[in-house]
């Protein structure tokens, strides 16, 4: 079976992590401070705050931006949000006792659709959560100017919170995600481009931001000061959220082969672009001069995506939507919304192998296999 997904974990891993755990420190220290100075190089964005996952960084940063509502939450208080994502997206949300508003999805894209999120910004927006599906940035100016316009006519601006989970590497305007202005959240999780075991990290626009996510990610308490001698006060609560020196050692040994492993993806991507492009009822993901996408996964749109499924699955290969709509959870019911695109779109999407285990004869397999049963 050729896998939907797998591990790329650098040979020097292990070594790396015996040298951690023989070393009497495992939490978080030395190595967590030179692993996100090392991601900040490699973002272009020093403002590295290293997390246990990305699903704390999207809580983080909810509270950063929109506190969690204070006692008994605020109850008109929404985020706006897409639906087709992974659940840790929109259950920050619920976790920061704020309400979800979903805004339909852009077909071309599967990100959110920026017209619908203009015509749902209200008074009582809190936040807008954009995800960066498959690795396709938002158009981010567009969100920009979308974010101008609220602000001429509601007085305020609200904050971006970017889900890249899928992201690592991609671009937008030529610049790697992290450094658009708003908060950004990275995933370490397993079966990422770039793997600590478990992690992730949240990016931030301000020194000042940075400085309150790094207390906020430890109970609040400043690690710096000399805790024996002078105990700091705790100005504000937190969470217990910090990556571990061993994730941290994991990070940096792979931090060093990540950009073949993105070339990798980026380059199977391409050949399914040229290879699969202008095949009748398969429609393909929109791709504009402007971004790149770093290619976590490869979805498509196909008409019967059930018997789609069933020919692949004969062929020995794996395929899945990998993300289920999150607005039908009986959750979350409270907030359905008439959301037609997705309505539309989301029982058509299916995603084929595209990372960088994917042979060359392998990704040969895939378009081969689908080019025959059409
Ligand atoms: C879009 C999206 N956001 C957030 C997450 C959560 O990441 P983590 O597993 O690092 O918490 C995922 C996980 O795959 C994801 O796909």
Known sequence: MIPLFS?????????AVAQILGSGRIGQGAKVEEFERALGAAIGNPRVATLNSATAGLHLALRLVAGDGGPGGDPEGEVLSTPLTMEATNWAILANRLRIRWVDIDPATLNVDLDDLARKISPRTRAIMVVHFAGYPVDLDRLE?????????FGFRPAVIEDSAHAWGATYRGRPLGNHGNISVFSFQAIKHLTSGDGGAIVLPTDEAHERARLLRWFGIDRTADRLRNPPDVLEWGFKFHMND??????????????????RHRENAAFYDRELAGIPGLELTERAGDRESSFWIYPMKVE?????MKRMDDAGIMVSNVHERNDLHTCVREYSALLPNLERVAPRVVCVPVGSWVTDEQRGHVVDTIRKGW
Not at 145 to 153: Q, S
Not at 246 to 262: E, M
Not at 304 to 308: A, I, K, N, T
Request: overall charge negative; proline content about 2%.
């Open 7 to 15: 591990v790329s974990m650098s040979a020097d891993a292990p070594a």
């Open 145 to 153: 100017e979308i974010l101008d316009e609220a602000e001429a006519r």
């Open 246 to 263: 061993i994730n941290a050692s994991i990070g940096l040994a792979n931090l060093a082969g990540v950009d073949r492993v993105l070339a």
């Open 304 to 308: 019967d995506r059930e018997s789609f």
